[in-house]
């Protein structure tokens, strides 16, 4: 009998990554307590990841420092795109795209932009 956990789209709906990046998302061993080998073992089969971008004065300047923050960090995120592991991990704007990750066996990772 399959177990109901391996039959469903499981979802995280917000993974703060961290910053700046560690590249270490990929890592078996790391300190993270998200990443692509950990969502493996858990069954996890989609992920949103959130690039934060801290509050700073509303001026030119706050909103130059936040803009270059999270354009790194979706950068971070995009490169996500046909890493390997198990299986690739896919970058999902649509519905549609995370259920053709989840059919293909891929990680469906899902950007995100937290305090925008």
């Given at each position: ?8 789209l499981t979802l ?55 803009w270059e923050r ?47």
């Open positions: 009998m399959t177990d109901l956990h391996d039959t469903l995280d709906s917000h993974i703060d990554i961290p910053w700046p990046d560690r590249q270490d998302a990929w890592a078996e061993e790391t300190p993270r307590q998200v990443n692509v080998p950990k969502t493996r073992k858990g069954g996890l089969r989609a992920v949103c990841l959130a690039a934060y971008i801290p509050q700073s004065p509303r001026d030119e300047a706050g909103h130059a420092e936040g999270v354009q790194g960090m979706l950068d971070v995120i995009a490169g996500f795109e046909g890493r390997q592991g198990d299986h690739g991990a896919r970058v999902c704007r649509t519905a549609a795209d995370v259920r053709a990750a989840y059919k293909a066996g891929d990680l469906a990772v899902i950007p995100a932009i937290e305090n925008g």
